[in-house]
């Protein structure tokens, strides 16, 4: 967890924080498989949340669509559209620190925790956590990503600040040298 | 939905039938924006569900992360995945032909509806159906879709066989040539 907190944070020092990052490790060695930031704006896709992207990758460099064997580490808890993911593609198990809940005190979410998506699914996939949560909330509240809040569409940021968005980014404008996900 | 329906069924006179399709449409006009047929084995993606599909090749040819002003027609109920996804792009209003339930008969699911997933979110799609429900069943029960059903990993297909999978779908097999999703 404490490596994809490093991976993550160092976008907060680019033109487009993210606090969202994941990395996928074999479940037995730990050896890492792919690592990944929140890339919607920049891939102008609205899939593109940092768990998803992970197992997008993962499953394109090992060519097959099961990750069985697998974990994957998120710095934030999975939404439902990436928990559901995380359910497709097999993963054994799945460790985040900050909730829903507190990533929802910055940002617009979708209210259902990770571990009912699991409960509810055909297949199984553990979720534990919060893991490190102190931490991973630092990502969230750090000075530069609250002003790239601002700049989000949604309500969230602008009561939590009181403004409106200064600017909504552009599809297509410059992409930001982040870290850079892992490459296929 | 009875172009998606027709869209979809075209899969099954090829080599990987599929049962999911979905539609974007403009909500006042009607205009078709983009189509997109399930790929998971085609593009060796677990994501590549055809909602989720449909609205990141709609994105990128609108070269924006917003469908507000779009309304989705899938011809089976969006799971959590791809629902989440559709909030997410602040879809209008997403209608359904076929519901988990049914899909549920035949293949492995989340059994959470998209209702619920929409209700509990801080964004708003609206979501409507079953519509033409018989006629989308009619594409999971279609005797080509049913044998293609027992290639696929998972205990429904044997369950409902009495066989096991007869083998699993090779990553990187020959891409089927199907109807052919919208180019971007």
Same mark, same amino acid.
């Given at each position: 967890?404490?490596?994809?907190?490093?991976?993550?944070?160092?976008?907060?020092?680019?033109? /487009?924080? !993210?606090?969202? @990052?994941?990395?996928? !490790?074999?479940? &037995?060695? @730990?050896?890492?498989?792919? &690592?990944?930031?929140?890339?919607?704006?920049?891939?102008?896709?609205?899939?593109? /949340?940092?768990?998803?992207?992970?197992?997008?990758?993962?499953?394109?460099?090992?060519?097959?669509?099961?990750?069985?064997?697998?974990?994957?580490?998120?710095?934030?808890?999975?939404?439902?559209?990436?928990?559901?993911?995380?359910?497709?593609?097999?993963? +054994?198990? !799945? !460790?985040? @620190?900050?909730?829903?809940? +507190?990533?929802?005190? /910055?940002?617009?979410?979708?209210?259902?925790?990770?571990?009912?998506?699991? $409960?509810?699914? +055909?297949?199984?996939?553990?979720?534990? @956590?919060?893991?490190?949560? $102190?931490?991973?909330?630092?990502?969230?509240?750090?000075?530069?990503?609250?002003?790239?809040?601002?700049?989000?569409?949604?309500?969230?940021?602008?009561?939590?600040?009181?403004?409106?968005?200064?600017?909504?980014?552009?599809?297509?404008?410059?992409?930001?040298?982040?870290? $850079?996900?892992?490459?296929?």
């Amino acid at each position: 967890m404490r490596e994809i907190y490093e991976f993550t944070a160092r976008t907060l020092q680019t033109k /487009h924080p !993210v606090p969202f @990052g994941a990395l996928i !490790v074999n479940t &037995r060695s @730990g050896e890492r498989l792919m &690592r990944a930031t929140n890339a919607v704006r920049r891939e102008n896709d609205p899939s593109s /949340h940092a768990e998803l992207r992970a197992v997008r990758l993962a499953c394109k460099k090992l060519k097959r669509i099961n990750l069985a064997g697998f974990t994957m580490y998120s710095t934030c808890e999975p939404c439902p559209m990436c928990m559901a993911n995380a359910l497709w593609a097999r993963l +054994d198990r !799945v !460790v985040f @620190g900050a909730t829903i809940a +507190d990533a929802n005190r /910055h940002c617009l979410q979708i209210l259902v925790p990770a571990e009912e998506v699991s $409960g509810r699914a +055909d297949m199984r996939t553990i979720v534990d @956590g919060p893991v490190l949560r $102190g931490l991973c909330n630092a990502l969230f509240t750090h000075p530069n990503m609250q002003r790239a809040f601002r700049t989000w569409t949604g309500k969230k940021a602008e009561t939590a600040t009181g403004e409106k968005p200064a600017r909504r980014m552009r599809a297509g404008a410059k992409r930001a040298r982040t870290p $850079g996900d892992e490459t296929i």
